[in-house]
T-cell receptor, first 113, second 112 residues
Framework: KAGVTQTPRYLIKTRGQQVTLSCSPI?????VSWYQQTPGQGLQFLFE???????NKGNFPGRFSGRQFSNSRSEMNVSTLELGDSALYLC????????????FGQGTRLTVV | GEDVEQSLFLSVREGDSSVINCTYT??????LYWYKQEPGAGLQLLTY?????DMKQDQRLTVLLNKKDKHLSLRIADTQTGDSAIYFC????????????FGAGTRLFVKA
């Protein structure tokens, strides 16, 4: 069974631009969570989507948004990029809520220059 | 608030046992997880333990949970160079809605 797929794997953007990252969960999984990983802050929870609804949100500014489609695929958008947004963005899928086992994708490495 | 703490580095010799420790604060945690991250990769779930268990063994991995002290440990027996990675402890917190709280990760170095 295919794992969690994140695209693209690498991305370079300039300050002020916006970016959209994509995550395809494991087939049958309805929950998708997004995390930002940086050397200084570790893994920070961004948000979780379940059945196209945002169920939970971390402490990130409104520039970070997401959505989930009816096929459970999820996108994450960051507008007005800042240098500090450079990070590895990880997506995790679970069968139901975050209270169950999560499987991670390989991540999208975003570099903002 | 919820918090998960781990030591940042651990160095062991190949063949020795590694013990990675973690403390958490949220007593409502239902599941506690250990993930492994190798360079350039996402997180791989290694094992997990329910909050009503004290111990779980899975081949070379042993998880111990002291719920009273909110202390979790991962023991890797016969550590190999391929075990070199960052290990994350995580709790599923139900404070203000389910969410996963990760520790900062422990970087394990295995010396040949």
């Amino acid at each position: 069974k295919a794992g969690v797929t994140q695209t693209p794997r690498y991305l370079i953007k300039t300050r002020g631009q916006q970016v959209t990252l994509s995550c395809s969960p494991i087939s049958g999984h309805r929950s998708v969570s997004w995390y930002q990983q940086t050397p200084g802050q570790g893994l920070q929870f961004l948000f979780e989507y379940f059945s196209e609804t945002q169920r939970n949100k971390g402490n990130f500014p409104g520039r970070f948004s997401g959505r989930q489609f009816s096929n459970s695929r999820s996108e994450m958008n960051v507008s007005t990029l800042e240098l500090g947004d450079s990070a590895l963005y990880l997506c995790a899928s679970s069968r139901s809520t975050q209270g169950t086992e999560a499987f991670f994708g390989q991540g999208t490495r975003l570099t903002v220059v | 608030g919820e918090d998960v703490e781990q030591s940042l580095f651990l160095s062991v010799r190949e063949g020795d046992s590694s013990v990675i420790n973690c403390t958490y604060t949220d007593s409502s945690s239902t599941y506690l997880y250990w993930y492994k991250q190798e360079p350039g990769a996402g997180l791989q779930l290694l094992t997990y333990i329910f909050s009503n268990m004290d111990m779980k063994q899975d081949q070379r991995l042993t998880v111990l949970l002291n719920k009273k002290d909110k202390h979790l440990s991962l023991r890797i027996a016969d550590t190999q160079t391929g075990d070199s990675a960052i290990y994350f402890c995580a709790e599923i917190s139900n404070t203000g809605g389910f969410k996963t709280i990760f520790g900062a990760g422990t970087r394990l170095f295995v010396k040949a």
